[in-house]
């Protein structure tokens, strides 16, 4: 258990590039332990660099960043999966594989992230398969799934190393619409279990219904709607 009030993450001052080209300036925001953090802005605006900054798959270059309590400004390659272990990725396009069950798809993952021991692998599978609703499904291949029951699979995954917060990208973005409320009710409950979650959206809906902190990528910039108003308008 990790009592530290410190953020989860944190970015002071920073720039957003994709290459050379900043898409975001002067970024300053933290999320805080158990928060819910909705991510919106039109295509294009930022939302997915924003998240591969966080995640260390684009550098930070200008200004500081902190994440599950390392330094993106000075973080080492060999440092990157580490950081990943402490933070839960999840994208529309579920990225699994194909070719290998459910719990082969997450023994890969625990194997890759130093487990060794085949009972507790086959118990936390157990336990992350129980926490989103598919323990039946262990012996399934990904292709005898439902698209729901496959980013249930993903959530799964994204759960294995106990992340401090999920980074999700448009989770919902590719399933129809009582099958997105149900992934994201998921959600919440991991999220009132102790898990922050910054969730990039267009899904109107959710906005709407769940009166969330909102991150706006707008015009270069990044509105937080605890500071500033942030327009929900239909136009992203
Ligand atoms: N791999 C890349 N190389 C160069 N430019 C990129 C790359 N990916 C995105 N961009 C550019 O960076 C800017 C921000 O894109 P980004 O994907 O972060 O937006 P987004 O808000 O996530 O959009 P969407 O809602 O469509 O996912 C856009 O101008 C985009 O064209």
Redesign the pocket.
């Known amino acids: 258990m990790d009592f530290s009030t410190q953020p989860v993450l944190q970015m002071t001052g920073a720039t957003i590039f994709?290459?050379e080209?900043p898409?975001l300036n002067e970024v300053n925001f933290a999320v805080e332990k158990h928060e819910f953090v909705f991510l919106i802005?039109?295509?294009?605006?930022?939302?997915?660099?924003?998240l591969?900054t966080l995640y260390a798959d684009l550098p930070l270059r200008t200004g500081l960043g902190e994440v599950v309590g390392f330094h993106l400004q000075k973080i080492k390659n060999a440092e990157i999966p580490y950081l990943r272990r402490k933070i839960g990725i999840i994208f529309q396009d579920f990225q699994l594989f194909y070719d290998r069950s459910v719990s082969e798809n997450l023994s890969f993952v625990l194997r890759a992230t130093g487990w060794t021991d085949i009972a507790k692998i086959k118990e936390r599978i157990s336990e992350v398969l129980i926490q989103v609703g598919l323990i039946d499904s262990l012996l399934k291949m990904p292709h005898q799934l439902s698209g729901g029951e496959q980013q249930r699979v993903v959530i799964a995954r994204a759960l294995l190393n106990e992340p401090s917060i999920l980074l999700a990208?448009?989770p919902t973005g590719n399933l129809d619409p009582d099958v997105a409320d149900e992934i994201f009710k998921l959600f919440q409950d991991i999220n009132k279990k102790g898990t922050a979650i910054l969730m990039?959206t267009?899904n109107h809906e959710l906005l709407r219904k769940f009166p969330y902190r909102v991150l706006k990528?707008e015009k270069g910039k990044l509105l937080d709607s605890q500071l500033h108003d942030v327009s929900l308008g239909s136009s992203f």
């Open positions: 994709q290459g080209s898409v802005g039109r295509t294009g605006s930022g939302k997915s660099s924003l591969k990208d448009e990039a267009h990528c």
